[in-house]
C-alpha cells in the first residue's frame, strides 16, 4: 500500500515534471522567426519512417550505427515491459500479463533481455570510444566540460538501467519457485534464467525480495530521471528527430532561401514592378540573423535535436584542415543561447516580456565572423546529419547579417561584389565576354 | 571559331535547342576558357543547334548570395532571368555547376524556370544516343584516372554518375579517392571562398584533395569545374607535381579524343 501511494506521487511528479519542461522547449523553438513548412507530407512521414525510425543516415557508418540500433532497440521495446510495471505500480499486482499471456510473454521479456544484454556491450564499446580511444570527433574543443559529461552520463544511466533490468528479472526467477503465490511464473527468460541463479542464487528470500524491489524501482527511477533529464541534454534527439525529420525542408537542397522583401526592391529599382514608398519614420530593417529570433523556428529545433555526434564537424573541410569552423558547435551556441534566452525570460516582468528581447548579447558572442567566414558552403555536414539538422543554413543567416545588415564581412569579397555590381562579371576584366571565340 | 551568338540567330528568326551558358569563369579565367573551347569544339562537332549569350550573360551571383549579398545577387540574377525569357529560352547547359545549381534551383523563385542541365550530362546523353562517337584507342585511354566529384554538382544536385559514364566511355582506368560521391572533400573553393584569403588553418583544403587524389597513383585529375580545377590545380603545383600530374576537364578529355573531322 504504501509502495502504491509511493508510485503515484512519484509518478505524477515525474510526469508533470516532464511535460512543464517539455513546454519549455515548445515554447523555446517557437521564439524562432516564422517559416512555413508543410506540403508533400507523404514524404515526409517517408522521412520520420526512414531517417528517424529506421535511422538510415547512421547507417553511413555501419559499425557505431549497430551499436547504436542495439541500444536504440532496446530503448524501445524496455517500453513494453515500462507499461507492466506502470500497471503493477498503481493497482498493486505483481507481473500481471505474465499469467495472462503465457508462452508469449516469455518471449516478448526474453526478446528485451537479449536487446537489452547487446544494448549493454554497445554501451560499454561507447564509453570506451569516448574515454580511452578517444574517437577525434568527440574531442573537439566545443566538447569540453559538460558536452562531454553529457555523453558519460547517459551511458551511465544506461548501465544502471540495464543492471535494474536484470536485477528484477533474476532475483524474480528465483522467486517464483521460493514463493510461486506472489511471483506468477514467466516460463525461462533468455538471460535472467541464466543470470539470476549465477548471480543471486545463493541469497535468502528475504534478501531476494528486497533486490527485487530494489531492481524494479531502480528501473522506474531511472527511466523517470532520464525523461526529466532529456529537456537538459543532448539526449533530447531521440525525441525530436521525429519531427525535425518531418519538418525537414523539402525544396532543392541547392537553393538558398529567397529574400522576397530584397527582391521586390531590386525588382522597383529595375522598373520591373511599381515603387512601394517606405513607410515613414520606420527603422531600416534588418537582415539575416544576429540572434535566435532572426531563425528560422526549423533551425532552432535543428538546434535542440542536435545529439553532438559530431559527424557534421568531423566531415568539414574547413575543420579538417584546422580552421575554427565547427557545423556541430555552431548547433551547439545556437541552443546554448536559446537556453540563456530563454532563463533570462522566465525573470522578466510582463513590461519587459512585452519589449523586444535585449540582453546587449547576441548569437556573434560565440559564433565568431572567423568561424562563417571559414565555410565553403560544400553540404558535408548536411549530408553527414543522420537526424536532418542543416548546418548551413544559420552560417548563411548569419553571413547575410554581416553583409546586409552591418556592412562587414571578408573584405576580399567586396571588389567581386563591386566587379558583379558594375561589370556582372566576378572579376574586373578588360575582355568582352565572348573574347574566347575570338581567337 | 565559330560560336553562334543568341541575339544573332534570333535577329535571323531561328532559334535553338540549347543555350550554352558559359559563366564567368569559362568566359574570363585563362584555364576555363581551355575548358569552354573544348566543349564548344565538342558541340559544333557533333552539330548541337546552341548558342551563347555573349555580353548579354551576366554572373548568376551565386558566390554574392552564399557570401550574404542578396541585394547583389538579386541585381544580377533579375537581370539574367529577364533575358533569358526575353529570348524564351527552354533549356540550357553549364560546364559549372555553381552556374548549373542557382539557374536550376534559385532562378525559378525569381521568375526564371528552364530546364537547366550540367555539361557532363550533355556529354552523357551524347555519347549514349550515338551522336558523340569517339576514336578507339583515345588518348586517355587504359590510363590511370582519378575523378573529383564538385560540390554543387555531386552532394548538392546529386549527380555522380553522368560524368563517371562519360569516363567509361574514355575507357579509362577509373580509380575512386575514399572520399568520394556524396561524401567527396570540396576543393575549398565553394561558398565564395574562391574570392578571399583561407581563415587561419594548419592546412590549405585543396592540399588535403591533392593529397588524397595523388594517394590513388593516378597521373590525371578529372574534374566538372572550373573553380575545383583552379583550386586542384594549384595545389598539385604547390606539390611540386605540375610536371606529372594533369588537371582536366571532362570536356577537354573527349575533346581529345574526338575523331578528325569539321569542327
Not at chain 1, 549497430?66 to 507492466?84: C, D, G, N, P, R
Not at chain 1, 544494448?119 to 574543443?141: E, G
Not at chain 1, 540495464?162 to 510461486?180: K, V, Y
Amino acid at each position: 500500500m504504501i509502495q502504491q501511494v509511493l508510485f503515484i506521487v512519484v509518478t505524477i511528479v515525474a510526469f508533470g515534471w516532464a511535460i512543464k519542461q517539455f513546454g519549455r522547449i515548445r515554447s523555446n523553438i517557437k521564439l524562432g522567426a516564422p517559416e512555413t513548412i508543410s506540403g508533400d507530407t507523404g514524404t515526409r512521414w517517408k522521412n520520420v519512417l526512414l531517417v528517424a525510425f529506421g535511422q538510415q543516415k547512421m547507417f553511413a557508418q555501419w559499425k557505431p550505427a549497430l551499436l547504436h540500433f542495439f541500444i536504440y532497440s532496446a530503448f524501445l521495446l524496455t517500453q513494453v515491459e515500462l507499461i507492466e510495471i506502470l500497471i503493477d505500480g498503481f493497482t498493486g499486482q505483481h507481473r500481471m500479463f505474465a499469467p495472462l499471456l503465457g508462452g508469449f510473454y516469455t518471449f516478448v521479456i526474453s526478446f528485451i533481455e537479449i536487446l537489452s544484454l547487446l544494448a549493454l556491450i554497445a554501451t560499454v564499446v561507447f564509453i570506451l570510444r569516448r574515454t580511452i580511444f578517444k574517437r577525434d570527433r568527440f574531442n573537439k574543443p566545443e566538447m569540453k566540460g559538460w558536452p562531454s559529461k553529457d555523453g558519460l552520463l547517459i551511458l551511465a544511466g544506461e548501465v544502471v538501467l540495464i543492471a535494474a533490468i536484470f536485477t528484477m528479472n533474476g532475483t524474480d526467477i528465483l522467486l517464483q519457485e521460493l514463493d510461486p503465490e506472489h511471483f506468477p511464473d514467466t516460463g525461462n527468460l533468455a538471460v535472467s534464467s541464466i543470470l539470476g541463479p549465477a548471480l543471486f542464487g545463493s541469497l535468502s528470500q528475504n534478501t531476494l525480495v528486497i533486490l527485487e524491489r530494489v531492481g524494479w524501482w531502480l528501473h522506474l527511477l531511472t527511466v523517470y530521471a532520464f525523461l526529466n533529464y532529456l529537456p537538459i541534454s543532448k539526449h533530447l534527439h531521440i525525441a525530436l528527430a521525429f519531427p525535425n525529420a518531418y519538418f525537414s525542408r523539402l525544396r532543392p537542397r541547392g537553393e538558398m532561401e529567397n529574400m522576397p522583401d530584397i527582391m521586390n526592391e531590386v525588382k522597383s529599382m529595375m522598373g520591373l514592378i511599381e515603387e512601394e514608398e517606405p513607410p515613414e519614420g520606420e527603422e531600416l530593417p534588418e537582415f539575416g540573423a544576429k540572434d535566435v529570433f532572426d531563425l528560422s523556428w526549423k533551425t532552432l529545433l535543428d538546434a535542440y535535436s542536435c545529439t553532438e555526434c559530431g559527424r557534421c564537424t568531423a566531415a568539414c573541410p574547413a575543420n579538417l584542415t584546422g580552421k575554427k569552423l565547427s557545423p556541430r558547435k555552431v548547433m551547439m551556441d545556437i541552443r546554448d543561447r536559446l537556453e540563456v534566452v530563454s532563463t533570462t525570460r522566465a525573470s522578466q516582468s510582463a513590461e519587459q516580456k512585452a519589449a523586444p528581447y535585449d540582453d546587449g548579447k547576441s548569437l556573434f558572442d560565440s559564433i565568431t565572423p572567423e568561424e562563417l567566414h571559414a565555410c565553403t558552403a560544400c553540404q558535408a555536414c548536411v549530408e553527414a546529419c543522420p537526424v536532418l539538422i542543416n548546418p548551413l543554413e544559420p552560417i548563411l543567416a548569419m553571413r547575410r547579417y554581416e553583409v546586409l545588415t552591418e556592412s562587414s564581412g571578408p573584405s576580399d569579397w567586396i571588389p567581386m561584389f563591386n566587379s558583379i555590381e558594375n561589370s556582372g562579371a566576378v572579376w574586373q576584366v578588360g575582355d568582352a565576354r565572348d573574347a574566347w571565340t575570338k581567337d | 571559331m565559330n560560336v553562334p551568338l543568341l541575339a544573332d540567330v534570333a535577329a535571323e528568326g531561328k532559334s535553338i535547342d540549347i543555350l550554352f551558358w558559359v559563366g564567368c569563369a569559362g568566359s574570363f579565367d585563362a584555364r576555363a576558357q581551355k575548358v569552354t573551347k573544348a566543349f564548344a569544339r565538342i558541340l559544333n562537332h557533333v552539330g548541337v543547334n546552341y548558342a551563347i549569350l555573349g555580353e548579354e550573360e551576366l554572373c548568376t551571383g551565386d558566390p554574392a548570395r552564399r557570401a550574404g549579398n542578396e541585394f547583389v545577387f538579386q541585381m544580377t540574377a533579375l537581370q539574367n532571368v529577364e533575358t533569358l525569357n526575353g529570348y524564351g529560352v527552354k533549356k540550357i547547359v553549364t560546364a559549372c555547376p555553381h552556374c548549373f545549381n542557382t539557374l536550376k534551383n534559385e532562378y525559378p523563385a525569381l521568375g526564371g524556370s528552364y530546364e537547366v542541365i550540367h555539361h557532363t550530362q550533355l556529354l552523357q546523353e551524347l555519347i549514349n544516343t550515338g551522336k558523340l562517337k569517339l576514336k578507339g584507342g583515345g588518348t586517355f585511354k587504359g590510363k590511370r584516372i582519378t575523378y573529383h566529384d564538385s560540390c554543387y554538382l555531386g552532394r548538392v544536385n546529386r549527380i555522380y554518375e553522368a560524368p563517371r559514364k562519360v569516363l567509361e566511355a574514355l575507357d579509362v582506368e577509373l580509380v575512386e579517392m575514399k572520399r568520394c560521391k556524396s561524401k567527396g572533400l570540396c576543393c575549398g573553393a565553394g561558398g565564395a571562398q574562391m574570392f578571399k584569403e583561407d581563415e587561419p588553418g594548419n592546412k590549405r583544403i585543396n592540399a588535403e584533395r591533392v593529397d588524397e587524389a595523388l594517394n590513388t597513383g593516378a597521373k590525371t585529375i578529372a574534374a566538372n569545374c572550373p573553380f575545383c580545377l583552379t583550386m586542384l590545380t594549384d595545389g598539385v603545383t604547390a606539390k611540386g607535381k605540375e610536371d606529372t600530374v594533369e588537371v582536366y576537364d571532362l570536356s577537354e578529355l573527349i575533346a581529345d579524343s574526338l575523331p578528325p573531322g569539321q569542327e
